[in-house]
């Protein structure tokens, strides 16, 4: 009997998959016979295709490992070489759908990617690399991670001695100078190079938590979720944390200005602050570098009477005058054109848009009793307060909105800093938390800190080969000064030759940025004659004195052959 309501030609999900898989298998079983299978797949019809459960997940399936080159081949064409054995989803989807390609992986890798590729690091490295040179340019941005890879081991780097470690904490704190020859026949017997090696290590840092990582603080409420926070609920333990805070950052200041410190960072939650003393980066004042910046801290820094310059977009702005000028020829031409139209009566009839957005007033009768604006004050204040806020707050969170203060203001950006409520989180992981402190000279209140160091071996593909790989890594807040002197270190213990990926904050690339009244041609000899006491290395400040040529950008990758440099970044 029939069942009422009920549909014979009703068709269940499987019987439809199955209509949709006959359809495909009829109009491809002849292009098939007539064409070698693709992928290099054996021509045969599936007698039973195995079907995937279309419920099932596919990021949580496990799989076996394979090559990209596999994934690749088998996301092309599936196992028995036919679309039919595809999944379901697949063969719903239109035809005419144009989807992008994938981009093509090279067969062969250098050493650096394979060994990247190895030890799970992705990292993009641009393709255009520099001219050699035997010195890279300074890199003010600050590195959470630097992998060093060699033909040759970095058994020299491992299991320091006591005496050697002591020696090294030893050598920074009276800023000894280290010359090396420039290649080491034995690098693991060397105890000079082993104690420059931890000296090079060394950093300062305030406030010292050590359960908590304070570096970097942008983006770090989901590392410090969860960790011991006793200060969050209590005011008065915020305030002693202040104060002490306070103290180290004035007495790094003052370092600073006395040039017995040559920079230091202020990495906030939102910002981070470069704090550079006379004679670095091109510049013969004291110079502080504020990014990423709101408008809402520009405003506070401005009432404050805190007189800065935003370098990035002067320099969109003059780029873009000096483009425009062939463009303000020709509308001048236009221009006078219209004028001599206007003066034989062409003249457009004014709009009655204006007279229109208040004709509800006359219907209210209350026209007489409301002042109606200017004409022209309606046209004009869109046009320029509006659109100069709206660029203004387009701009925040960017390198664009990069805030440069020079001489005696970084002092007065000091004590806003110092005063200014909204420096330390009110609420979340770092809630009454104070900045932290990175410098790279001992200040009142600093911790000694030292980066980690390790070595790895991998194997590397090299032209279809495997060759053995050696490589160094380096955890922490890397600064400029560290980069420099790990990479003389490395420049004498490997011959010469080595190659680095570097991991940039990135938050602090724009610290490259060319900075406004920065004179490459400053006396080298009175500068470094001020600078002597600063605590850095001679060729460290020598790089670090010249004007930032890097732009918004940051080092990724470092090489060195023959003793010569060349750099991605």
């Known amino acids: 009997s029939a069942v009422p309501g009920y549909s014979p030609g009703f068709k269940k999900p499987p019987a439809m998959l199955r209509l949709k898989r006959k359809r495909l298998r009829r109009s491809e079983l002849p292009a098939a016979a007539a064409a070698p299978p693709p992928c290099g797949a054996a021509l045969r019809v599936p007698s039973a295709p195995v079907r995937r459960n ?53 067969s062969e890798r250098t050493d650096v990617l394979a060994l990247t590729e190895d030890l799970h690091l992705p990292v ?49 704190c009276r800023a000894t100078e280290t010359n090396l020859p420039r290649s080491i026949q034995e690098p693991k017997v060397s105890t000079e190079l082993r104690c420059a090696f931890q000296q090079s290590l060394v950093y300062w840092l305030h406030p010292s938590l050590p359960w908590l990582q304070l570096f970097p603080r942008i983006g770090a409420d989901r590392r410090m979720a969860g960790k011991a926070t006793p200060w969050a609920q209590d005011e008065t333990l915020q305030q002693v944390l202040m104060s002490d805070w306070s103290v180290s950052f004035t007495s790094l200041y003052n370092l600073l200005k006395a040039k017995l410190c040559p920079y230091f960072y202020v ?28 408008r809402g801290l520009r405003e506070a820094m401005r009432n404050e009477g805190i007189e800065f310059s935003l370098p990035l977009v002067e320099e969109s702005r003059a780029r873009k005058r000096k483009n425009s000028e062939v463009d303000l020829e020709t509308e001048g031409a236009n221009s006078l054109e219209m004028g001599s139209s206007m003066e034989n009566g062409e003249e457009q009839a004014p709009s009655d848009d204006d007279d229109e957005s208040f004709s509800w007033l006359e219907e209210m009768g209350v026209q007489d009793k409301v002042k109606k604006p200017d004409a022209i004050s309606i046209k004009l204040y869109p046009f320029s307060a509006c659109r100069k806020e709206k660029h203004e707050v387009q701009m925040d969170h960017k390198p664009e909105s990069l805030a440069l203060v020079r001489g005696t203001n970084t ?82 213990a490997q011959s010469g030759a080595f190659s680095a990926v570097l991991y940039t904050h990135e938050p602090t690339a724009v610290f490259n940025a060319q900075l406004d009244g920065a004179s490459p041609a400053l006396n080298e000899e009175p500068v470094s004659r001020d600078l002597a006491a600063c605590g850095l290395h001679p060729e460290a400040l020598h790089q670090l004195r010249q004007p930032p040529t890097l732009g918004k950008s940051a080092l990724h990758f470092l090489e060195m052959k023959d003793y010569a440099y060349t750099w991605k970044s």
């Not at 990021?59 to 076996?64: G, K, M, T, V, W």
């Not at 470069?274 to 709101?294: I, N, Q, Y």
């Not at 950006?413 to 000279?441: D, E, R, W």
């Open 54 to 106: 279309p419920f099932s997940s596919l990021d949580n399936a496990p799989r076996a490992a394979s090559t990209p080159q596999q994934r690749e081949r088998d996301r092309r064409c599936p196992a028995d070489g036919f679309p039919s054995a595809a999944p379901f989803w697949q063969l719903l989807e239109p035809v005419c759908e144009d989807k992008p390609a994938r981009r093509a992986e090279p």
């Open 124 to 172: 993009a490295v641009p393709e255009v690399p520099s001219p050699p040179r035997h010195e890279f340019p300074a890199d003010w941005s600050l590195k959470t991670r630097l992998l060093f890879m060699s033909s040759q081991p970095f058994t020299w780097a491992e299991h320091l001695k006591a005496q050697e470690e002591a020696q090294g904490f030893t050598q920074h």
């Open 267 to 294: 990495c906030t939650y939102q910002f981070t602050v470069l704090f550079r003393t006379a004679g670095l980066a091109g510049s013969d004042v004291l110079t502080a570098v504020v990014s990423p910046t709101t």
């Open 411 to 492: 002092f007065t950006l000091l004590n806003f800093l110092i005063n200014c409520k909204s420096l330390v989180a009110v609420a979340g992981p770092q809630a009454g938390l104070p900045p932290t402190l990175l410098s790279p000279v001992a200040f009142r209140g600093g911790t000694m800190q030292t980066l980690k160091a390790r070595s790895i071996s991998a194997k590397a593909r090299v032209h279809m080969a495997y060759k053995d790989i050696f490589s160094l890594e380096i955890v922490g807040p890397v600064m400029p000064h560290s980069l420099h002197l790990l990479t003389m270190l490395l420049r004498a």
